[in-house]
């Protein structure tokens, strides 16, 4: 099993650009969630989704959207990119009442 | 509203010293308690997880934690540290679906 894979691993983006963070599990999980890790900040949940069709949003949603057509893939799309939205982002899978696994993460930089 | 809080920001330990991380969550709900551990430029790793049981959890690596239920803690401890613990730790909580961090401690080990 591949795990959660996170696609690209590193990205540079000018302001105003669009762009789209792919995540993909192959475990059958209907938890999925998508964070920003900020130094010193912890990990803030950006949007997360508890089975396909169906997202919410978290702590930090604006200036990002989801979707979730499929039970495999939860991709973030960034609309309007902003310096403020350089950061490095995890997506995560869960079953039902265990843990978390974690992709990579990306690392995006705005410029 | 749920949360999930560290107490110690930055802690820096001498090999072998023994270690204690704060945690205290809030959420009133069934417990789900994870510690993630975080190597420079990693992803997430489970150290350990507690659901229900015996309040004292053990880990990978030589962790373990006490889920206190009077106290809403669930602090993270290690005897002995070693060098190769250098690293953050996330302490997290799941809330109606969501899987919510604390701000995470970094932990220097000195050699």
């Known amino acids: 099993n591949a795990g959660v894979t996170q696609t690209p691993k590193f990205r540079i983006l000018k302001i105003g650009q669009s762009m789209t963070l792919q995540c993909t599990q192959d475990m059958n999980h209907n938890y999925m969630y998508w964070y920003r890790q900020d130094p010193g900040m912890g990990l803030k949940l950006i949007y997360y989704?508890?089975?396909?069709?169906?997202?919410d949003k978290g702590e930090v949603p604006n200036g990002y959207n989801v979707s979730r057509s499929t039970t495999e893939d939860f991709p973030l799309r960034l609309e309007l990119a902003a310096p403020s939205q350089t950061s490095v982002y995890f997506c995560?899978?869960?079953?039902?009442?265990?843990?978390?696994?974690f992709g990579q993460g990306t690392r995006l930089t705005v410029v | 509203a749920q949360s999930v809080s560290q107490h110690n920001h930055h802690v820096i330990l001498s090999e072998a010293a023994s270690l204690e991380l704060g945690c205290n969550y809030s959420?009133?709900?069934?417990?789900?308690l994870f510690w993630y551990v975080q190597y420079p430029g990693q992803h997430l790793q489970l150290l350990l997880k507690?659901?229900?049981?015996?309040?004292l959890v053990k880990g990978i690596k030589g962790f373990e934690a006490e889920f206190i239920k009077s106290k809403f803690s669930f602090n993270l401890r290690k005897p002995s540290v070693q060098w190769s613990d250098t690293a953050e730790y996330f302490c997290?909580?799941?809330?109606?679906?969501?899987?919510?961090f604390g701000q995470g401690t970094e932990l220097s080990v000195k050699p």
């Open positions: 507690y659901f229900s049981g015996d309040p």
């Open positions: 995560a899978s869960r079953p039902e009442n265990t843990e978390a696994f």
């Open positions: 959420y009133g709900g069934t417990v789900n």
């Open positions: 997290a909580d799941y809330e109606a679906g969501k899987l919510i």
């Open positions: 989704s508890v089975g396909a069709g169906i997202t």
